[in-house]
């Protein structure tokens, strides 16, 4: 089990992710059923005993605005399409905060995700064959820009999928 922590979009934007998700699904590509977010963190475990402290750290914070705008994949054993974040200065001084917050709580926390390594997305498929993507990228063309306002901070459980809200 994993534990993630993800910032979730506000309706319209997540509304415009769905839509793209499903039109993913009408060309035959498997899909998230989560709800659209962008993943900050990732451990073994967040532990139920800091998570009030964390909360605390992270109503602190101001919530950035995403410009969701470039579609591209995360090459990972089996790759998946993303919609990545432009990533300013505010996005990343956020994502800093958080792993400030985070620093000696997380167990086995996941480089993927550690400043200077993450790659700010918005998950749009689930994992593809290398041959699927060609087909998958030309099935969402025209892909927009989605300006996005985070609404909400949660932990999720990556094998489940239940999400605990922190804010």
């Given at each position: 089990m994993a534990?993630?922590?993800?910032f979730f979009l506000d309706d319209a934007s997540?509304?415009?992710i769905m839509?793209?998700?499903a039109r993913l699904a009408l060309a035959g590509v498997p899909v998230p059923s989560s709800a659209p977010s962008v993943r900050f963190a990732r451990g073994a475990a967040i532990p139920a005993k800091i998570r009030h402290k964390l909360a605390e750290d992270l109503r602190l914070l101001?919530?950035?605005e995403l410009w969701l705008a470039v579609l591209g994949t995360i090459l990972v054993a089996?790759?998946?399409l993303v919609l990545t974040a432009v990533t300013d200065t505010e996005l990343l001084a956020t994502h800093s905060s958080?792993?400030?917050?985070?620093a000696g709580r997380v167990r086995e926390p996941s480089s993927r995700y550690l400043p200077g390594s993450w790659l700010p997305h918005c998950a749009l498929s689930r994992e593809l064959?290398?041959?699927a993507i060609p087909d998958a990228i030309r099935s969402m063309h025209p892909v927009?820009?989605?300006r996005a306002k985070v609404t909400a901070i949660g932990i999720t459980n990556t094998r489940t999928g239940e999400v605990t809200p922190l804010r």
């Amino acid at each position: 089990m994993a534990e993630a922590l993800d910032f979730f979009l506000d309706d319209a934007s997540a509304a415009s992710i769905m839509e793209l998700r499903a039109r993913l699904a009408l060309a035959g590509v498997p899909v998230p059923s989560s709800a659209p977010s962008v993943r900050f963190a990732r451990g073994a475990a967040i532990p139920a005993k800091i998570r009030h402290k964390l909360a605390e750290d992270l109503r602190l914070l101001v919530l950035p605005e995403l410009w969701l705008a470039v579609l591209g994949t995360i090459l990972v054993a089996e790759p998946r399409l993303v919609l990545t974040a432009v990533t300013d200065t505010e996005l990343l001084a956020t994502h800093s905060s958080v792993h400030d917050a985070l620093a000696g709580r997380v167990r086995e926390p996941s480089s993927r995700y550690l400043p200077g390594s993450w790659l700010p997305h918005c998950a749009l498929s689930r994992e593809l064959d290398a041959d699927a993507i060609p087909d998958a990228i030309r099935s969402m063309h025209p892909v927009r820009p989605i300006r996005a306002k985070v609404t909400a901070i949660g932990i999720t459980n990556t094998r489940t999928g239940e999400v605990t809200p922190l804010r």
